[in-house]
């Protein structure tokens, strides 16, 4: 196997590192920040509150159900909110960061990350941070948090990758996660506690408010320490960047294609950016390379290089069982389909084909179509695309009508819905079923996906296609995953989509205000037709629990569990290894297969012959097909397709 590499401009690295001291120098303090922050007038206000309560009401296809989990009502509570705007004045509105703090709990309420209040400027872009990364992790003697990362410049006595927390501001370091995590959104018990390990030290503020409080004091037993150390303290204040160094999700000037096909969790993204500009500078410094056209930094040993640093991360992984392929795959947030795609073949072809761990954990998600046609290629199996449905209401029926070019599938059930009272439109999937099996298999080792409670939107979709599709185990070290079942438009999609109607009710909001909304939920095939992912995610085959070795040493732990899983599992290779013209017209196939028994041959999409294997090859000769475009191999065993091969021949 040939790894490529990159020749790299020498002081690259060193530029970028000193670019993000320098950036990360630039911070501002919480007090300071407060102080410029919140400009919005009254009639500002108002108008916010009144889009807010119009895409909650008719555009929010999970309200039924929110409602009734988690006893709520927003829409109730949005027009509280504009009576009392009413009644104030210029003189008496209360202060702004009180308004932000009731829009955004009225929209965390429904514990839905797709549905979220987007503050304006200065908020927007900016991250509030704390100059190190907690995570937890399990033993015999229960769970731990510990720090893991500390961003370049900042230090401590004995205050690195290690250290144990054991209080938070003289709370219970566990306790004080549960308190940080009731107040955030999350469609499960596991995404909101992970959510409130993450929030302990790196907020984005489009979607949260700063901290109330301006420094915070760490309890700590600093790594490497005896047992039965005293505790160490840490006081850190917070401080305010722009998150900038990696470029956001940003939506193109029409809504169309890949932008209505968007399932992303906005917060984990800005998150992700936000820990790789404090922790990985390397991985900046490549995308900033590619950006400019010069040559990527050389990567780690081991470790293949990609086109899409931001994206993927491939490598080998040694293990007790053997030697694997592992592919990280951070963000489905690519609206290059077809080059995301495309790349995520070129790496398959380059890490073993002894089997292949394949980590989601905390990916937000991103293009839905990214999640979707990548499945083709782990599996022989027919994939079918999630189907997807609007709550029929008088606003979304417009919207469809309008826009029938793209949203044309879900009208017929929704001007049928007005006699029949059905709640939900006809489900119609976002991602072509043709294209989601053209491209067809492309690994042929055994897979194990992993999964965390911080994967969403688009990774609950390609996950739960994952297990449905009986691609193969899922190694999960949460409960479930973050539960997002759905497809999610920005306010300023809907404001785009009725542009050409004089009578929009939806108006752009002021100051780089924003909004987004689940506007089509997703629901479950196969064996779990029907199910909805929203809330309820996706419960791994296998749980795990992840080891104080896997947060210190590169999750080993985790690569030693998953390679047994893989080792348990059989392959079945499957090769065409000569196509060629025979006499008399025909068409004569070579064929090599392991752990198979039977083959079925079509040739451009016919069924044409079926041969049993004994020895693991065969020859096959198909008539009058020496002229043919293509020819399919599908092999099984036991009576089961584990295994699918096409070769293109003219």
Known sequence: MTHHSHSSTPDFVPRAAEAVREHLAAATGLPDFLAGAGNLTLAERRLIVDQALLMLDQNYVHLPLKAAMHAVNPVQRLRVMSRRLERQTEATKPVEWLFHAEMSEIFHSVRDLHTNYLLPDPYRGKIAFLPFLV???????????????VAQGFSAPGFAPGAEITHWSGIPIAKAVDLNAARFAGSNAAARRSRGIQSLTLRPLAMHLPPFEEWVTVSYIEAGAAAGAPPRELRETWRIVDNALLPPFTAA???TGAELAQGLDLDMDEANRAKVMLFAPKVVARQKALEAGEAAPEVRAGEIPTSMPKVFRAQEVQTAAGTFGYIRIFTFNELDVQGFINEFIRLLGEVPDSGLILDVRDNGGGVIWNSELALQTLTPRHITPEPTQFINTPLNLRICRQNQDQLGAWLPSMEQAV??????SGAVALTPEDKANMIGQQYFGPVVLITSARCYSATDIFAAGFQDHRIGPVLGTDENTGAGGANVWEHKHLVDLLAGDSGTPYRPLPKGAGMRVAIRRSLRVGANSGTPVEDLGITPDIPYRMTRRDLLEGNADLFERAGQVLKGLTPHALSITDATAAAGGALRLKVKATNIDRLD??????????????DGQADVTVPDAATAHSARVEGFASGELVASNTAQLN
Do not use: C, K, N
């Open 601 to 614: 041959v079509y040739v451009d999409q016919r069924p044409r012959a079926s041969v049993d294997l004994s």
């Open 419 to 424: 006699e029949i009272g059905a709640a939900y």
């Open 253 to 255: 000037a029409a809504p």
């Open 135 to 149: 995570e937890r992790y399990e033993d015999a003697q229960g769970e731990h948090f510990m720090v893991t990362h």
